[in-house]
Nanobody, 126 residues
């Protein structure tokens, strides 16, 4: 059974940093593109960042470009999201997702991802 387990969320002041991790199991990790999405209260889930299988291609939402960095370690079956210069509007539940149907493209559409983690809460105070 495929599992994606996120960690690293928490409460941080505006301007601070957090690093999210997502550990995958029962998945051929290096055959998947991976993504991060988030959902704030009362809002739809939105794309944050994605990375292809090698880490050589990434994709970011405009709202996080220059502040967030996605990376992966295929030896550890883990994808990361480094979040810097956090803003109150970054407050959301952050979800890790795996696109097991292809590995080359870091896609930004939630329906293209077939495995999801349970999410980790990120709260940014002003």
């Amino acid at each position: 059974q495929v599992q994606l387990v996120e960690s690293g969320g928490g409460l941080v002041q505006a301007g601070g940093s957090l690093r999210l991790s997502c550990a995958a199991s029962a998945l051929t990790f290096s055959s998947c593109a991976m993504g991060w999405f988030r959902q704030a209260p009362g809002k739809e889930r939105e794309f944050v960042a994605a990375i292809n299988w090698s880490g050589g291609s990434t994709n970011y939402a405009d709202s996080v470009k220059g502040r967030f960095t996605i990376s992966r370690d295929n030896a550890k079956n883990t994808v990361y999201l480094q979040m810097n210069s956090l803003k109150p509007e970054d407050t959301a539940i952050y979800y890790c997702a795996a696109d097991s149907t292809q590995r080359r493209m870091p896609r930004n559409y939630a329906l293209q991802y077939d495995y999801w983690g349970q999410g980790t809460q990120v709260t940014v105070s002003s």
